[in-house]
């Protein structure tokens, strides 16, 4: 069967604007958004249940990109459907400072719901964003009142089947039953390299059904067939479901469709007019005839439909009014009122206790603390609650209870971080994930873009050092810190105790423009006394834990398992000052003032000591500094055997600042 004229005269609106943008920036992808424009006509004009005159209305269904190079098609839709993205927004496709950057980019233009173009994150994401919608949707909807109500759509590529990511996440997505996420595959069999069968011959039928996912074929320039699959995409409520679309990349330009020469670069101007002839489509490059503007136009059926909402919530608020409230501070990414003035409670008694154990203990005595006033966090580790002690009390997995707050991930670092971001884009949700500091490298593209993006998502970080001892050199990390701490919008704390352990949870809960790295210990370390002006100022980042007897003469700078060992050498030296740098991140965006009250400039006696890559601190030591720490990998043995082996010890700190 195939699609009527006219309907692939609205489809081919996509086709002739994705040209256009990407023959104007001499840069760009057409040849996914000409391949896919049939499914994206069925999807957005038929079913995509949104509303461009606010793209923030909590209950629409969400819309990934995947395969971000795409990005034309999603800028299309946008503008056709009626947001705010103009047809002079598109001529500046790929310009500095324009909405429509290269790959889509969340924040940029209204209704870009995730940033996309690393292949395979988008299809995490979008896991994220059923999941949330799940889990919400079981701790808000009443048996008479459904306010929680929406699906997410996904397009993707070979690119992103080939990731690995994709099956981390699509296995995760069958076990959890999300019947609401449905996947769209441009099955076009051409990549970058040319056709995909010399690098990429799986079976994905039989893949995506051995991961309890429904599985439906189309033709994907038949818009009946893929309404049809749609439909019954719907009605599974038990699983997700993959829609293989057998499609033609580029089609309707004559010399270049179905070839990888329209991938990844402009058609050029000859072949763009030969295309318009094929397509029968006469108009200017950038003009679009009002009729077909009027065939996408979604606002009057987008405001009608939250409107209806609208009014199912009232009566939800009416009925339960405590639950509606939740909801929104939720969905707002408040946290509780009281929280903070709890959070200073719980720290203070934290200190009054004077606990010696791992910093991992005590992020789990603070999530025990915190859990119970927070009903948002969802939790979650690779298969390492145990190790990572990121369960508490109050936890329940989301497979047992849907309406639970913890998320038995598995062994999939990478899939868990960005399924994350997913949850937190998703709104309603703050999402904390954990692993060993070491396996972080499978996540640590997630963890970039979660940071790019400007996502509350707390990574939890455990065994942050060769303080895990005796697993040696493949579970100790040595450079991961620095590498995190290398990331713009990334707080990376490491804390030295239970109270700059409960400091981290708290700043990391209340930051609401970025994520958060925790990095905690396996092994126990010793509680440091503070006063109550010094916990204040730990908030901070970095604080004088221990002020110099006598006149100052030289600083050290410690963070975690290696302020104990600051502090031995404190014991033992005059005129020096000990300065705790939990988060360096935060300490530098301190006015200079307090920065200087810390690290006066006029010492240059300086030594820092961190059982990680030493690199990192010359920028605080200067060339007159020493740091202290690792530049090999670390060795199999008891940690203490380590620290000595690796001279980092008090003595080593001591004959440092001796030294000058």
Wanted: proline content about 4%; some cysteine; overall charge negative.
């Amino acid at each position: 069967m195939t699609t009527p004229l006219n309907e692939r005269r609205i489809a081919n609106a996509i086709r002739v604007l994705a040209m256009d943008a990407v023959q104007q920036a001499n840069s760009g992808h057409p040849g996914a958004p000409m391949g896919m424009a049939d499914i994206a006509d069925v999807v957005w004009r038929e079913f995509l249940n949104h509303n461009p005159a606010n793209p923030q209305w909590a209950n629409r269904d969400r819309f990934v990109l995947s395969n971000g190079h795409g990005s034309m098609l999603h800028y299309a839709l946008l503008h056709l459907t009626g947001y705010d993205l103009s047809i002079d927004d598109l001529k500046q496709f790929r310009q500095l400072h324009s909405k429509t950057p290269g790959h889509p980019e969340y924040g940029y233009a209204p209704g870009i719901e995730t940033t996309t173009g690393p292949l395979g994150q988008g299809i995490a994401n979008a896991v994220g964003f059923a999941l949330a919608e799940k889990t919400l949707a079981a701790q808000f909807n009443k048996d008479d009142l459904t306010v929680v109500d929406h699906f997410t759509y996904c397009f993707l590529g070979d690119g992103c089947l080939m990731e690995g990511i994709s099956h981390e996440v699509c296995s995760l997505a069958g076990t959890l039953g999300l019947g609401k996420l449905i996947a769209y595959y441009d099955d076009n069999g051409i990549s970058i390299d040319g056709e995909v069968e010399g690098w990429f011959s799986d079976d994905t039928e039989q893949r995506f059904k051995a991961y309890g996912w429904q599985v439906l074929r189309v033709d994907g320039h038949d818009a009946a067939a893929i309404r049809q699959a749609t439909i019954e995409a719907k009605a599974e409520t038990t699983k997700p479901t993959l829609i293989i679309c057998k499609t033609i990349i580029g089609l309707g330009s004559p010399n270049k469709q179905g070839k990888e020469d329209c991938h990844g670069a402009p058609l050029g101007a000859e072949e763009i007019k030969l295309t318009r002839e094929a397509l029968g489509w006469s108009d200017e490059a950038f003009v679009i005839p009002q009729d077909i503007y009027a065939a996408w136009n979604a606002n009057e059926k987008g405001q009608t439909s939250e409107a209806a909402w609208n009014d199912v919530f009232a009566a939800y608020q009416a009925k339960y009014p405590t639950e509606a409230a939740e909801l929104l501070r939720r969905v707002n990414g408040d946290l509780p009122a009281d929280f903070t003035a709890q959070a200073d409670a719980f720290i203070a008694q934290v200190n009054e206790k004077a606990e010696t154990i791992a910093t991992r203990k005590a992020s789990q005595n603070t999530l025990q603390a915190f859990g119970p006033l927070l009903p948002e966090m969802l939790g979650g580790s690779a298969d390492l609650a145990g190790s990572n002690l990121t369960l508490w009390k109050g936890c329940e997995g989301v497979q047992d209870n849907p309406a639970g707050n913890y998320v038995y991930y598995g062994v999939r670092e990478f899939g868990m971080t960005a399924i994350a971001n997913g949850v937190a884009l998703h709104g309603g949700f703050v999402p904390y994930v954990a692993t060993f500091l070491m396996f972080m490298e499978y996540a640590r593209n997630a963890v970039r873009m979660s940071a790019l993006m400007k996502q509350r998502v707390i990574h939890v970080y455990t065994h942050d050092s060769i303080g895990l001892g005796e697993d040696g050199p493949t579970h100790q990390p040595i450079e991961q810190i620095a590498s995190l701490r290398g990331t713009p919008n990334l707080n990376t704390w490491r804390p030295a105790d239970t109270v700059e352990t409960a400091i981290a949870w708290k700043s990391a809960l209340e930051r609401k423009d970025g994520p958060t790295a925790l990095i905690l210990s396996r092994q126990n370390l010793p509680f440091q006394s503070r006063s109550e002006a010094q916990i204040q100022d730990a908030a901070k980042g970095g604080y004088v834990l221990a002020q110099e007897k006598g006149e100052l003469k030289a600083i050290i700078i410690a963070t975690g398992s290696e302020v104990s060992i600051a502090m031995d050498a404190y014991a033992q030296l005059e005129g020096v000052r000990v300065v705790s740098m939990p988060c360096a991140e935060l300490f530098m965006t301190q006015d200079a003032a307090y920065r200087e009250a810390v690290l006066p400039a006029s010492i240059r006696a300086r030594v820092a000591v961190e059982a990680a890559h030493v690199d990192y601190w010359w920028k605080f030591v200067g060339l007159d500094g020493k740091v202290i720490g690792m530049t090999t990998y670390g060795e199999s043995a008891p940690a203490k055997d380590l620290f000595q082996h690796f001279g980092i010890t008090s003595q080593a700190v001591i004959e440092a600042v001796q030294s000058y």
